[in-house]
């Protein structure tokens, strides 16, 4: 694993490759791939694009790295602090909970999700997406719902999350307000819960 921040003989810090790769997420999030340049993440990170240099041999590299980490903290992370919880039902909500707070604090999912025609994108959005639906259905089967049924479920479940993220970044006022929206998204867990 990439240590953060380095020090160097005098106290100075030395940027890792994580904290280039945290900056062009930033950057993805703000304003989409074309906001990854090298010159301007120097100067927000306040270095030169040598510490660049130093750590990736392309703009490419540094868009692969940033994708690499936002499928490491946004899906395994999460998965893996979720597992400590035995109750599926209680992973399930705790899950939207947090995801839908990541995507009304940070464009990043929507930003990813426009530049999609990038081969890099695509690659990592797709396997991220499975991962991700792969994980929804699991919760649904430990539910106790068939498979076909789970696969379905997740999906739905999915789906909802980036329609939130897409409202909660375009038109945030199509949703409910502040306890409203914990309402609206513990209705939604509800519709995704209910047997016929």
């Not at 694009?49 to 690499?68: C, M, N, Q, T, V």
Request: aromatic content about 6%; charged content about 25%.
């Amino acid at each position: 694993m990439v240590q953060r921040r380095l020090r160097e003989p005098g106290g100075r810090q030395r940027l890792s490759a994580l904290d280039w790769a945290d900056a062009a997420l930033t950057a993805i999030g703000e304003g989409g791939l074309a906001a990854v340049a090298v010159e301007p993440l120097a100067v927000r990170l306040g270095t030169t694009k040598g510490s660049f240099y130093w750590h990736f041999a392309s703009r490419e590299a540094l868009i692969e790295a940033a994708l690499l980490r936002w499928e490491e903290t946004r899906t395994e992370a999460v998965i893996a602090a979720l597992s400590a919880e035995p109750d599926p039902e209680v992973r399930l909500r705790s899950l939207f909970t947090q995801a839908t707070e990541a995507v009304t604090e940070s464009p990043l999912e929507v930003s990813l999700l426009a530049t999609v025609g990038h081969p890099l994108v695509a690659t990592v959005v797709r396997r991220v997406t499975e991962r991700r639906l792969g994980y929804l259905t699991q919760l649904f089967s430990e539910l106790g719902f068939k498979p076909e049924e789970a696969r379905l479920r997740g999906t739905l479940g999915y789906t909802s999350f980036l329609g939130h993220g897409q409202l909660v970044n375009a038109v945030p006022e199509a949703l409910p307000p502040g306890q409203g929206r914990a309402h609206h998204l513990d209705s939604i867990i509800d519709m995704l819960l209910r047997r016929d």
